[in-house]
């Protein structure tokens, strides 16, 4: 049954091609996607009719995809280097956005720059009055994590003092090591804790963080 949302996928070759689904499935009509170049763009295509029934059309060009195919919510599933560039655009044309994780990441710039490029794009997002979210989607199941500790324990959740999360980063091809590690899936661990602990804001100097060659602590 349709939701009556149009969808646009900005990288649907990656995690962006089960976005896409997934929008699918919720009732959306995925009606187009952003890829890199028109040999990607046919490729993707083919494989996106191939795995949901995929009838829309592929761009090489963002604005171009706004124009033309008119979404009220795109998906941002681009490398993270681009998801700045991305919204930004998507913000000034006012339709709604959920953004892969990291909302922001740049190995070139320092951890302040790389923090206020990630407040831009949340300020400019809250001033446009438009839905925005990042996939940091572990918070969603608290509530069933809840109903189960408490039929198991026979007692309410309560408060928490401590989170522990243990993640395992597991991909086709090459691995990923040292800080792909944390930059890949540390967002999980930290919106957890801010779901945890409820109203409150993260120190930034009292995260320790040890990074190994296969291991993020």
């Not at 969808?7 to 089960?18: E, F, N, Y």
């Not at 009719?49 to 681009?78: I, N, Q, W």
């Not at 990630?118 to 918070?139: C, N």
């Not at 994590?145 to 522990?164: I, Q």
Request: a negative charge.
């Amino acid at each position: 049954m349709s939701n009556g949302l149009r969808v646009g996928i900005v990288g649907a070759s990656g995690i962006g091609q089960h976005h896409a689904r997934w929008h699918a499935l919720s009732g959306s009509d995925v009606v187009a996607f952003v890829g890199t170049s028109e040999t990607t763009v046919a490729r993707t295509r083919l494989s996106l009719k191939e795995y949901f029934g995929f009838s829309g059309k592929g761009y090489t060009s963002l604005s171009e995809m706004l124009d033309e195919a008119a979404p009220d919510l795109v998906s941002v599933t681009s490398p993270y280097v681009h998801h700045k560039a991305h919204v930004r655009e998507l913000v000034d044309q006012g339709v709604h956005i959920l953004c892969e994780k990291p909302l922001v990441w740049d190995e070139e710039k320092r951890l302040d720059e790389i923090l206020a490029d990630g407040r831009d794009i949340v300020t400019r997002a809250s001033a446009a009055e438009k839905l925005f979210g990042m996939t940091a989607q572990y918070p969603a199941c608290l509530p069933m994590y809840g109903d189960l500790y408490a039929s198991v324990r026979g007692e309410d959740l309560g408060r928490a003092d401590s989170l522990t999360m243990e993640m395992e980063v597991k991909r086709r091809g090459e691995r990923k090591l040292w800080e792909a590690n944390w930059i890949d899936v540390a967002s999980h661990p930290l919106s957890l804790v801010i779901a945890v602990g409820g109203l409150g804001s993260m120190v930034a100097e009292t995260a320790i963080c040890t990074v190994e060659e296969a291991e993020c602590t």
